[in-house]
């Protein structure tokens, strides 16, 4: 997609480009769905979709920063421990991609992964070892790591996280068991390196790295038939799986399929011999 705004507004937050139909700002988005805050108080600046940070933004989906949640153990049982969730039920234009995977990490650990009522989605995963050399870098097979799909379509997820006999068996090498979503193939297992870290140092290296990928449309309860010129000039509607449409230059064309004039030819330089 060509990053273009609306005239007068921004088309960038720090090093992130926010393209129409997105926008920072009043009367900048298409809808108050894509309406997107900039805070300029942190250095780069930081872009918001309501209360989540954004990654990056594409013709086809968003990522935003993963969080996760943890329980760590001493001798005493447990002693620190946070439940992770994200919720786009207000946002129907967002949901949660398929692409990515719910992962669990720790050598005593399971977990669920929840959507509401309205998803029907329940799904679980074990991280299990007894020993730190059995895990593999790189290898997330359910030795100390775990990693499982999720159903296309999720507005919102809760993460629960258990223990079986809470690290009692590990405390060695493994206090902490983490669960959390993150986009596939992004997320590297590093082995006892993971499972010895200090949930800080852990958590920073998640929430800073990895993002969560989200599939947006445009009104997510209609369709192509239904739409009236919001496709512009050399542009079709496209009618998206699950619900809503999108907008795309024809063939041969390129721009912005959502702002006036939309998509323009694409120009071939000549070939002078």
Known sequence: MNNTAKPGCATQCGNITVPYPFGIGTNCSHSLSFNLTCNTSYEPPKLFLENVIIYSITDLE????????????????????????????????????????????????????????????????????????????????????????????????????????????????????????????????????????????????IESTMPVVLDWVIKPFENCTTEVNVCKGQSSCYDVDGGGYRCRCNQGYEGNPYLHPGCQGTSVSPVIN
């Not at 398929?98 to 509401?116: H, L, P």
């Not at 074990?126 to 990693?147: D, M, V, Y």
């Not at 159903?151 to 996280?161: A, C, D, E, F, P």
């Open 62 to 205: 968003l990522r935003i920063f993963t969080t996760f949640s943890y329980n760590c153990y001493d001798q005493n049982g447990l002693v620190d421990s946070y439940l992770s969730w994200n919720d786009f039920r207000g946002l129907n234009e967002f949901t949660f991609s398929e692409k990515n995977k719910f992962t669990v990490i720790g050598c005593d650990d399971y977990a669920w992964i929840t959507g509401t009522e309205e998803d029907d989605f329940t799904s679980g995963c074990f991280g299990l070892c007894r020993k730190a050399p059995e895990t593999t870098n790189g290898q997330c097979s359910g030795i100390g790591c775990c990693q499982i799909s999720i159903r296309k379509g999720l507005s919102n997820y809760n993460i629960t996280l258990f223990t079986l006999k809470s690290h009692s068996g590990v405390l060695s090498f493994n206090r902490c068991g983490f669960g959390f979503l993150v986009e596939e193939r992004m997320f590297k297992f590093e082995g006892v390196r993971d499972l010895s870290s200090n949930y800080l140092d852990f958590m920073e290296r």
